[in-house]
């Protein structure tokens, strides 16, 4: 994997989604697409196993860095890993199925683009709410971020479509060189 255009892209889609946030906000003030997701779902697809692994916990460090918490006192903190775990977990599950996956159809990227964050999410849930039950002074509701990231993760599906065809024409310029078997397609080289 060409790790300089992995990055370039991935500042490209970070650029996109904070800029795009107010805009494709779904009307409640939390509920919009991640942009990010779609691209660790194609990585997962197509790199080999370390390299998608490591590639997911650059994006999650990298969103756990942009996206501060809401402190009880007015300001902001941010916490390095939440991200970073879930987004690791959402790529292994990519990693477990992507045999089984046909990788050039823009509804498969659909598919494991919302899987994949939603298990992120529920991972980032479950830290929050782990670190909520000592003395935390974040505002923190489990039962609010879960209905609030189901509907994110829903939305994220439209910015994976949109996204596999960009994703799906830059992937000769990401040089993934492994042959990853499938199970009802050809081999990929």
Same mark, same amino acid.
């Given at each position: 994997?060409?790790?300089?255009?992995?990055?370039? +892209?991935?500042?490209?889609?970070? #650029?996109?989604? &904070?800029?795009?946030?107010? @805009? /494709?906000?779904?009307? *409640?003030?939390?509920?919009?697409?991640?942009?990010?997701?779609?691209?660790?779902?194609?990585?997962?697809?197509?790199?080999?196993?370390?390299?998608?692994?490591?590639?997911?916990?650059?994006?999650?460090?990298?969103?756990?860095?942009?996206?501060?918490?809401?402190?009880?006192?007015?300001?902001?903190?941010?916490? +390095?890993?939440?991200?970073?775990? #879930?987004?690791? &977990?959402?790529?292994?599950? @990519? /990693?477990?199925?992507? *045999?089984?996956?046909?990788?050039?159809?823009?509804?498969?990227?659909?598919?494991?683009?919302?899987?994949?964050?939603?298990?992120?999410?529920?991972?980032?849930?479950?830290?929050?709410?782990?670190?909520?039950?000592?003395?935390?002074?974040?505002?923190?509701?489990?039962?609010?971020?879960?209905?609030?990231?189901?509907?994110?993760?829903?939305?994220? #599906?439209?910015?994976?479509?949109?996204?596999?065809?960009?994703?799906?024409?830059?992937?000769?310029?990401?040089?993934?060189?492994?042959?990853?078997?499938?199970?009802?397609?050809?081999?990929?080289?």
């Amino acid at each position: 994997m060409n790790w300089f255009v992995f990055a370039f +892209v991935a500042w490209i889609v970070f #650029g996109l989604e &904070l800029a795009l946030l107010p @805009i /494709l906000d779904a009307g *409640s003030g939390s509920v919009h697409p991640s942009m990010v997701i779609p691209l660790m779902a194609f990585v997962a697809l197509y790199a080999p196993r370390k390299q998608a692994l490591w590639s997911a916990i650059i994006l999650g460090v990298v969103m756990d860095l942009v996206s501060p918490m809401a402190r009880a006192d007015g300001g902001s903190v941010v916490i +390095v890993g939440p991200h970073a775990l #879930g987004f690791l &977990l959402g790529c292994h599950f @990519i /990693l477990t199925i992507r *045999s089984s996956l046909i990788r050039r159809n823009p509804l498969t990227m659909v598919i494991i683009s919302i899987a994949a964050s939603f298990i992120a999410s529920i991972v980032v849930i479950a830290i929050f709410t782990l670190r909520d039950l000592g003395t935390n002074p974040l505002i923190w509701d489990a039962g609010d971020e879960l209905v609030q990231s189901t509907f994110s993760s829903l939305y994220t #599906g439209l910015s994976a479509l949109l996204l596999s065809f960009f994703f799906f024409a830059l992937a000769p310029t990401f040089g993934f060189h492994s042959s990853v078997p499938t199970r009802f397609a050809r081999t990929i080289k």
